[in-house]
């Protein structure tokens, strides 16, 4: 189970910070990333981290200003979002994640979801 939390409404130009809590999911040498869906578009995988090696991919739309970390005392992934724009507005859900070699696109491979966070940019 996923919980996530942290969403909000900023102007563009602002900072949030996602937090999500993960039960009965062990991160020792899982990855976990975070996904968003925007209203009327698909649902798109933003991070992917492997907490064992902090290993991280990042989609092409957020890279330099996202930052993905995990915190296994609290069995939690945080999601930094700098320099917010109108157009990261959307549902952020965390999941499992794997990315895809050909791609680097990013994938949840268990397809379960959590309830998601409102995170609403304003121009």
């Known amino acids: 189970q996923f919980v996530e939390s942290g969403g909000g409404s900023v102007q563009a130009g602002g900072s949030l910070r996602l937090s999500c809590v993960a039960s009965?999911?062990?991160?020792?040498?899982?990855?976990i990333g975070w996904f968003r869906q925007a209203p009327g578009k698909e649902r798109e995988g933003v991070s992917c981290?492997?907490?064992?090696?902090?290993?991280?991919t990042y989609a092409d739309s957020i890279k330099g200003r996202f930052t993905t970390s995990t915190d296994n005392a609290k069995n939690s992934v945080y999601l930094q979002m700098n320099n917010l724009k109108p157009e990261d507005t959307a549902v952020y859900y965390c999941?499992?994640?794997?990315?895809?070699?050909?791609?680097?696109?990013?994938?949840?491979?268990?397809?379960?979801w959590g309830q998601g966070t409102q995170v609403t940019v304003s121009s």
């Open positions: 981290i492997i907490h064992s090696t902090g290993t991280t």
């Open positions: 999941a499992p994640c794997t990315v895809v070699a050909a791609s680097d696109s990013i994938k949840n491979y268990v397809g379960v």
């Open positions: 009965g999911f062990p991160f020792e040498d899982r990855a």
